[in-house]
């Protein structure tokens, strides 16, 4: 590789945009409820060493609920969320290094993002103000990581993931990751990302939906205020019309009975119809294993086929891994438990590998390098793998089916925008109709273009807000 790689790139200039989306029915996130969500749209700038110019895009909701989990008030947390991204769209700017993409986001995560957090937080303390969550601040700058390998591939006419490789990059995965004492053999030297991803893309992905803790089962669970906008409400209407085949069940985590008897009844109404698999999701409200084995154990002696069904166990701990060292082997003997909230980057992959945990839910919203590198890891450490939604409207549906796609997922990917805000995604709809649409329980690529992450952005009839203009929200 020569000192100075001419595929590099470096940031020349970065523009927000600010989209407000309402949800049509509620959407229940631990002990919170989602009724809207503010999406940040990032158009990326990019110069390469001789000066010639690319863009990029990257969009990623800003869900408060899910990233900064608080009884404080929503208004402030998503203010504090709101002036830390546009911070961070300074910073970036003024980050003028060359490199690949995944180098580039690597260093500014554990360099100026790091920092930034460190400042922002400090000052919020010392203003009796509750501390912005780490993954919060990942959230907050993914939309720009994502452009910025979107504007990779782009420049280079290239996919972006045909680009995770030699000879685009100058770093092999030695240079990012370390291994865990528990598997001495692993090594990352002379190994890039292009060794953990799949030869050929998969355009075709079993979608997951989401079950959530409010969301009526039939027809007899409907009250009347529903909307009525031809879309369907109850999980069995989901279920005929797009053919489901995969469910998440959202739980409580802190109500056994309730939990249990939810699964029961998502069984009881599934099991004669084209939905088999079903997966738990307690998000983080488990404090201890015991509970989630006794909710097991209790479905394997009296439900054996409902047991059967349930192909893994979703984050059921608290995310914060170095506060609560839980050991979990004894849940992870019984199904498969795969870190979500928790796996922030590799680190905490390898701190809940450590732990006893199985497998790891990969997100883009917590950045594409972080996926891409924890991916690896995972994969390495011999850990299995899935890709979870953000309910991910619009841009940011893309490079999240993108990354189920490229890698060997447990079971294809889950995707939930269609059901909670759908109308938000119709510019991207028109232009890729199987990726915003479920058909026969799957999710279809085959639209998708051939650079960067085949957005096809300017066939959109999108019409964006002035950049940096902020739309009022609850």
Not at 4 to 22: F, G
Not at 341 to 365: N, P, Q, Y
Request: with cysteine; proline share 7%.
């Amino acid at each position: 590789m020569p000192e100075t790689n001419p595929r590099d790139i470096a940031v020349e200039s970065s523009e927000l945009y600010w989209i407000p989306v309402h949800t049509r029915v509620p959407l229940k996130f631990g002990t919170e409820t989602l009724t809207s969500v503010l999406c940040v749209r990032v158009h990326l700038k990019i110069m390469d060493r001789s000066g010639q110019s690319s863009f990029g895009w990257g969009e990623t909701p800003l869900n408060v609920q899910w990233v900064w989990p608080s009884p404080s008030r929503y208004a402030d947390r998503l203010q504090a969320l709101v002036q830390f991204t546009q911070s961070i769209a300074r910073v970036v700017d003024g980050f003028r290094l060359f490199g690949h993409p995944l180098e580039l986001g690597s260093d500014f995560i554990d360099g100026p993002l790091h920092g930034l957090w460190n400042e922002v937080n400090a000052a919020r303390l010392a203003h009796s103000q509750e501390c912005i969550p780490w993954l919060a601040a990942l959230v907050c700058f993914s939309a720009f990581d994502l452009a910025l390998h979107d504007a990779y591939g782009v420049h280079h006419q290239m996919e972006t993931y045909q680009c995770y490789g030699t000879p685009w990059m100058n770093r092999d995965l030695a240079d990012f990751l370390e291994t865990s004492h528990l598997c001495p053999g692993v090594d990352f030297h002379g190994q890039y990302p292009s060794h953990y991803l799949l030869k050929k893309r998969r355009n075709k992905l079993t979608a997951w939906h989401l079950v959530g803790g409010l969301d009526p089962l039939t027809f007899s669970d409907l009250d009347g205020s529903e909307p009525v906008d031809g879309y369907p409400v109850s999980l069995q209407e989901w279920i005929h019309r797009d053919q489901l085949q995969c469910l998440k069940i959202k739980l409580r985590g802190n109500d056994a009975i309730w939990d249990y008897q939810r699964l029961i009844d998502v069984h009881n109404l599934s099991r004669e119809t084209t939905a088999f698999w079903l997966t738990a999701d307690f998000n983080c409200t488990v404090s201890d294993p015991a509970y989630v084995n006794e909710i097991l154990d209790q479905l394997r002696d009296e439900c054996p086929q409902a047991y059967a069904r349930l192909l893994y166990v979703e984050q059921p701990f608290p995310y914060d891994l170095e506060r609560y060292r839980i050991p979990v082997r004894s849940v992870a003997a019984r199904k498969p438990l795969f870190m979500d909230e928790s796996a922030h980057d590799w680190r905490m992959i390898r701190s809940g590998f450590e732990l006893g945990w199985s497998g790891v839910a990969l997100k883009t919203c917590k950045t594409q390098t972080g996926a891409i590198l924890s991916a690896c890891w995972a994969q390495a450490h011999g850990m299995t793998l899935m890709v979870q939604d953000l309910t991910n409207p619009m841009l940011a549906q893309i490079p999240h089916c993108l990354l189920a796609a490229h890698l060997p997922t447990i079971m294809g990917v889950e995707t939930n925008s269609m059901q909670f805000y759908p109308d938000a995604s119709a510019p991207e709809r028109a232009v890729h109709p199987g990726i915003y649409t479920r058909d026969q329980g799957i999710v279809d690529l085959s639209s998708l273009g051939i650079t960067g992450f085949g957005y096809r952005a300017d066939e959109m009839n999108r019409q964006l807000p002035p950049p940096g203009s902020f739309p009022h929200t609850q």
